[in-house]
């Protein structure tokens, strides 16, 4: 069995052995709720394979959510895919997949109406780059399989809840393209964007890669359906080739199903 | 609440300012210092530009002026040859290139022209006015009348064969995504769109069949044989020629290298066939591969056997894609050779009329 899929299964099994205690404990009250969320997305990527230049615009994510919260817990998991442009000599092509976001937070009351959420993360997120002026067909991908620590913070307001979120990586296994590498051979195969993205995975934690996001927003009022929030991230691989991606982002997620 | 949501923008707006400026361009080539020669134990015999009657000031404001254009900010390398000896080398990205190798694309084209004529040298191919059905078989099988392409229309871009290089759609496209499984029946299954020897179209189907005949006759791999017959014999070590799936050696654009590895080819071509005073490939085979064989649609230049002719210059050159070049110009006993970021695409590339203007001021101050 090839070894990346080993290697994501032994993290995904860590991670629900963590929770498991929160897993199995009874809740008194529980709630569901899932979406699909929309997020427009300004990035700028600095990568080592294109001499120095950054290049910045705009992508599109879509995606699914799902958030379990009751008064111990929160449990989220979220899914999604990108696609964007960016520009700096000539056009740059972005895509990607992250099919596990997943989040088990312990609550803690700060007070009778704020609570914070305090636990682990485990996310998986594909990311692959086209370059056609200045690169001709060749792809460019950064994969992070990684696991840290996010705080979620709520509190009610007039409008809803406001939720401020945080969560760094802590370590994990990152995929980039072995440097230097000019071959003469692309292909567009859906086996070659996964055998690439898959390739390469290095074990390491800071003195390889960072992943920070931080995300504040208005959680949904209670008998609405749509919640906005406001997305930064920061993306960091400090290993040759380095990249180095930062994105603002705004997001909205609409609620499906009953409320 | 208001005044939280302007608060919450005008963070949003400080955080992106901030953010904007924290990545920047690098620049995007490394300061200008020398173009002293450096000695890697590679062969090449070094001097430096008065010693070869050369204004050295003047070739010193030329790299200046050249790190400075714009539009040659895609380059890499820039180096001069006087009289068989390296006189000035700059790597503009990265100091380590003067060893790292990046590919050459269809400059692998004039190094291939020069096999051939070692292979016609050494009987492997007995003339050039040969047919190619001599060394196909079961390729021609989809349509023979492509037996009757002579190695001649091949190496001077005129088999007739509907090729294109360039786009989503053109066989190029297919080979480097290995699409086909065998490059020489994947270009002979290919229309005509012209009689064999009757108009010059540049293509890279053309050298890919001059690779694959040879190494179907030879029974071996074109780039093992390559590296005993010529590339040793110039002191060339340092680059890789890949080969597609099917094993053939890439005759159009296979070869990665060194910009002074790259030099060599030029300099033996300089040099009538010769390195260091040994014959490496017959003197009338680079004549013949020198001299105007057809008229081109590229800027006046003519062809001969794969090599560019420009001859308001009384120049020969190679030419690879995103700027790869070595000039070769007999007159002044100058060969200058320069490689740029491989794999550009379209205005980022280096053309050719951008670097000309100075070939010209390094012409002008070689007296």
């Excluded at chain 2, 006759?217 to 017959?229: F, N």
Aim: proline share 4%; net charge negative; charged share 20%.
């Amino acid at each position: 069995m090839k070894s990346w899929f080993v290697l994501y299964k032994t993290a995904i099994l860590l991670y629900v052995a963590l929770c498991a205690p929160g897993l199995s404990a009874q809740d008194s009250v529980s709630t569901n709720e899932s979406s699909v969320l929309f997020k427009t997305r300004f990035t700028q990527v600095k990568d080592d394979f294109n001499y120095g230049l950054v290049f910045r615009g705009m992508d599109i994510t879509l995606g699914y959510a799902f958030i379990k919260s009751s008064d111990q817990a929160m449990i989220t998991y979220q899914g999604s895919f990108a696609f964007g442009k960016n520009y700096n000599s000539g056009v740059g092509e972005y895509w990607s997949i992250k099919p596990l976001d997943s989040y088990y937070g312990y609550r803690t009351r700060i007070s009778r109406k704020k609570s914070l959420y305090a636990g682990p993360f485990i996310a998986l997120q594909y990311r692959w780059h086209f370059y056609p002026d200045l690169q001709s067909g060749h792809m460019f991908w950064f994969t992070t399989m990684e696991a840290g620590p996010r705080l979620i913070f709520e509190m009610p307001c007039k409008s809803g809840n406001i939720r401020i979120t945080l969560s760094n990586s802590l370590a994990g296994w990152a995929s980039r393209p072995v440097p230097m590498t000019e071959t003469t051979f692309y292909s567009l195969k859906f086996r070659e964007f996964a055998d690439n993205g898959n390739s390469n995975l290095r074990f390491g934690s800071f003195n390889r890669f960072n992943h920070t996001e931080f995300e504040a927003g208005l959680a949904r009022k209670k008998g609405k359906r749509s919640s906005l929030s406001y997305v930064f991230e920061y993306l960091g691989y400090y290993c040759e080739p380095a990249i180095i991606m930062i994105n603002h982002s705004i997001q909205i997620k609409w609620i499906i199903g009953e409320i | 609440m208001k005044s939280y949501a302007q608060i919450a923008a005008a963070c949003i707006l400080l955080l992106l300012a901030i953010s904007y400026g924290c990545l920047k361009d690098d620049p995007l080539n490394l300061p200008f210092k020398s173009f002293e020669p450096r000695e890697i134990g590679d062969g090449h015999k070094l001097s430096d530009p008065a010693a070869e009657n050369m204004d050295q000031d003047a070739l010193m404001e030329i790299y200046r002026d050249v790190y400075e254009d714009e539009n040659l900010w895609p380059l890499r390398s820039v180096l001069v040859f006087r009289n068989g000896k390296l006189v000035s080398e700059a790597y503009l990205k990265d100091e380590n290139d003067i060893t790292n190798r990046h590919l050459i694309w269809s400059c692998t084209k004039q190094v291939l022209a020069v096999i051939a004529g070692i292979a016609v040298d050494s009987g492997v191919i007995v003339d050039i006015n040969d047919p190619i059905s001599d060394y196909f078989n079961e390729e021609l099988a989809g349509d023979p009348a492509k037996g009757f392409i002579t190695i001649r229309n091949l190496v001077t871009m005129q088999s007739g064969i509907d090729y294109h290089n360039d786009g989503e759609d053109g066989q190029t496209d297919k080979i480097l995504r290995q699409v086909p499984d065998h490059v020489a029946e994947y270009i002979l299954g290919l229309p005509f769109n012209n009689s064999q020897g009757n108009a010059w179209d540049y293509h890279d189907g053309n050298p890919m069949l001059v690779a694959s005949l040879l190494q179907k006759k030879l029974g071996r791999p074109l780039d093992e044989w390559a590296g005993e017959v010529f590339f040793s014999r110039i002191e060339m070590s340092n680059y890789r020629w890949m080969r597609y799936k099917d094993g053939v050696t890439l005759g159009a654009f296979g070869i990665e290298t060194t910009p002074r590895e790259f030099a060599k080819v030029a300099l033996c071509v300089a040099d009538s066939g010769r390195w260091k005073g040994s014959q490496v490939v017959s003197a009338a085979w680079i004549k013949d591969m020198l001299s105007t064989q057809i008229y081109t649609d590229r800027f006046g230049f003519t062809f001969g056997y794969y090599w560019w002719i420009d001859s308001t210059r009384n120049m020969r050159f190679s030419w690879g894609h995103g700027g790869q070049f070595a000039f070769i110009l007999p007159d002044k006993a100058l060969v200058i050779v320069t490689t740029s970021i491989p794999n550009t695409q379209g205005e980022y590339q280096i053309k050719v009329d951008e670097v000309l203007p100075y070939v010209d001021r390094i012409i002008d101050i070689s007296y």
